[in-house]
């Protein structure tokens, strides 16, 4: 953001971060799940935090690690506030009480006020088969959502596979491409440095 225009550095940035509140609670068989008086019932059970994203330029973050740290404790500290709780109980509430148009209203509404979205998801550990073809890896991509930037994150088999998408004419894939791959390789660098030297 800061390569295409310097002015940029000076402006916030909010991540929503999409959090499965199913966790919370427990996970239940489909025909425990549909039951009336269910503890967990099915369908979808998630709530969101606002993230602000650190800034590249902030003093001590000029190194791609230290800014994953600092953007991972800020997920850490809101993640294990009353907020999350709260966020799950508001849309629940106004589901029950105004409908399902309104609460995905309010959830786009929230949704339009960040500039970027995150969420992930835990895929299966085998490897799974589709018409008896093996899936040899996967990803999914949340559309129609009003933000810029959207980053999706599942792991299969181990492996972690992360997919970008970028609103059309905003954002230049190709710079944002060269720019992730320039930050990890910086990273791989910065961590394999620093192993090194805390092992001799």
């Not at 791959?181 to 805390?198: F, G």
Request: no cysteine; proline share 5%; charged share 20%.
């Amino acid at each position: 953001m800061q390569e295409v225009s310097k002015e940029s550095s000076n402006l916030n940035s909010t991540a929503i971060v999409l959090l499965n509140t199913r966790m919370l609670r427990s996970y239940s068989s489909v025909k425990e799940m549909v039951k009336p008086d269910a503890k967990s019932p099915w369908g979808n059970h998630f709530a969101f935090l606002h993230v602000p994203i650190p800034k590249f330029t902030d003093s001590g973050l000029s190194d791609p690690l230290e800014f994953i740290k600092k953007a991972q404790q800020i997920i850490k500290s809101k993640r294990s506030s009353l907020g999350v709780y709260l966020t799950a109980k508001l849309l629940k509430a106004v589901d029950k009480f105004r409908g399902p148009e309104a609460a995905a209203k309010y959830v786009h509404g929230t949704l339009k006020n960040s500039s970027m979205a995150i969420t992930n998801m835990i895929g299966p550990m085998e490897q799974v088969a589709v018409a008896n073809h093996p899936v040899k890896g996967l990803y999914y991509m949340v559309t129609g959502n009003p933000q810029s930037l959207t980053a999706t994150v599942i792991s299969y088999m181990g492996k972690l596979r992360i997919a970008i998408g970028v609103e059309d004419g905003f954002i230049d894939p190709q710079k944002l491409k060269s720019s992730m791959e320039n930050a990890y390789d910086m990273m791989l660098l910065q961590a394999t440095t620093s192993a090194t030297t805390t092992s001799t």
